[in-house]
């Protein structure tokens, strides 16, 4: 029998093997559950056990040095010689590909099924981050999820655009079972794709806007990497590493005026049942916790008018690129909060500025005099969700407040055109595109935005996760630490804002 489970952990780098492990060999004597068919079926499925996250063999079967993915060598094979409890012979039995003992007979199927389902049985599963006992099925679950993020940072052989205090954050994001990515300017990370016939990994802002067609012209793909939609407690501008961050082949998702991987997945994917119900659970444990991109909040709720329609607007940075790429033509926070004066005249409007812009670190302050021309009140510490759900109307250009309004089941208005708009969710005051127009759920919506399409990386573990450990691990406060490097960051504010205010004052 094995040495070690059949069913196992990937060695994640930086991470002890115990805190990592899914699986245990049982004591000898110990007895385990017995295994069904529904286990098997899920491992072909996700093709996970042995070495799953191991470099995929070349046509010729051969690996580049190292462990193999055993799933991409047995699906080249015509048949595998071998013993009846070899990982690659229990492989082939689940794949259908004859395996040819010792004897020089074909191994049966239903003997290698019946050797896997006692070796399954032989260990013991647990979950990572809480340490508790769990099924096979629950670590097979776990191994997939691990599996699909392996995968999708197949091919990235450098990353550029990095800044420096993410990096630690980033290597564990685009770790492909093998190796991380190199930290190389863009010029540089160009060449390396180039030579290595891999893609480079870039962070849009931090890169020179010539890079996608330089990119383009050498033939080397680029992977966009960007904040995820439960990003951490703490503002990316305050220096606080993502718990999560997008990894889009294709485009990116605030890009509208093109395609990304989050938009196909929208317009495309047959969302199943149980990843539906999913995804419900998800946004009912979202919503529960109250957590938002920024994590759980504080402050003190505003008075609203008795018996007046409330809107609420919400303010970006001017120069973001979601603001840019998907704006669909509004110029900044001033002409966002005329055209919601104009689309609602009545109202009593409520303009929330951004909280990088309120921080002083970006661009897109508007003066309370000018703010005050077009709105009838400014907020800026009233818990955002609360606030969300007290309102009758929330207008947005692009902002992801529009999202979470959605999972909240409140009515939004959207000037610009951001992923979740044109799916039949919200009122879109924008040209539609072409590309969208399929009619979604709001959670189809949840499932590709907060499960699909992101990664996310527990800040307890370090480990890889799901989208339920880091809503919990953001609700119950478990975030990385405050750094020298945070705290200059959030003096750097508050200075920029004091200058700024100071000059308003000044000029009248």
Known sequence: MMSTPFLRSPPFPGIDTSLAAVSLLRDAGEVGAPVDDAVLDAIVAARVGGTFWGARPDALGQSQGGECDPWALVAQAQSIQAQ??????????????????????VIDPDQLRATLKALIAAARYRDCFTGQPVDAMQAVVQLADWRRHLDGNRGIVAASGMAFWKRDAIRHFLWDGIASPLFLSAERGLRRARRDKGALAVWPSRVPVTLPQDAADQGVALARVE????????????????????????????????????????????????????????????CATG??????????????????????????????????????????????????RRA?????????????????????????????????????????????????????????TGFEALMRGRSVTVHGMPFYAGWGLTRDLAQPSARR?????????????????????????????????????????????????????????????FMTLSAEFLHG
């Not at 904040?227 to 999560?244: I, K, N, V």
């Not at 409330?310 to 973001?320: F, K, R």
């Open 437 to 497: 127009g399929r009619q979604l759920s709001v959670d189809q919506l949840v499932a590709a935005a907060l499960i699909l399409y992101p990664r996310y990386l527990d800040p307890v573990t370090r480990l890889p996760c799901g989208p339920e450990i880091m809503v919990d691990r953001m609700a119950d406060g478990s975030t990385p630490p405050m750094t020298w490097l945070i705290a200059l960051r959030a003096l750097q504010g508050k200075f920029r804002r």
């Open 291 to 340: 957590v938002t991109k920024y994590g759980p909040e504080a402050g003190r709720m505003i008075d609203l008018p008795a018996g007046r329609r409330t809107v609420l607007a919400i303010g970006q940075v001017d120069d973001d690129l979601s603001v840019r790429l998907g704006g669909a033509g509004v110029d900044g926070n001033l002409d966002f909060l005329m055209r919601v």
């Open 84 to 105: 009846a409890d070899d990982e690659l012979a229990l492989i082939a039995g689940l794949l259908g590909v004859p395996v040819i003992g010792p004897d020089g007979a």
């Open 227 to 286: 904040d995820g939609f439960l990003r951490s407690r703490g503002l990316g501008a305050g220096l606080h590493p993502p718990g999560s961050v997008v990894v889009d082949r294709t485009g990116i998702y605030y890009n509208a005026r093109a395609a990304n991987d989050l938009e196909t997945l929208l317009a495309t994917y047959d969302f199943p049942p149980a990843l539906v119900d999913r995804a419900r659970r998800l946004r009912e444990r979202v």
């Open 344 to 400: 609602e005249p009545d109202a009593w409007i409520i303009y929330r500025p951004h909280p990088d812009v309120q921080a002083g670190h970006r661009k897109g302050h508007l003066p309370d005099a000018v703010v005050l021309t077009h709105a009838d009140a400014i907020d800026t510490g009233a818990p955002l969700m609360e606030l969300v759900q007290a309102i009758d109307e929330l207008h947005v250009l692009s902002s992801l």
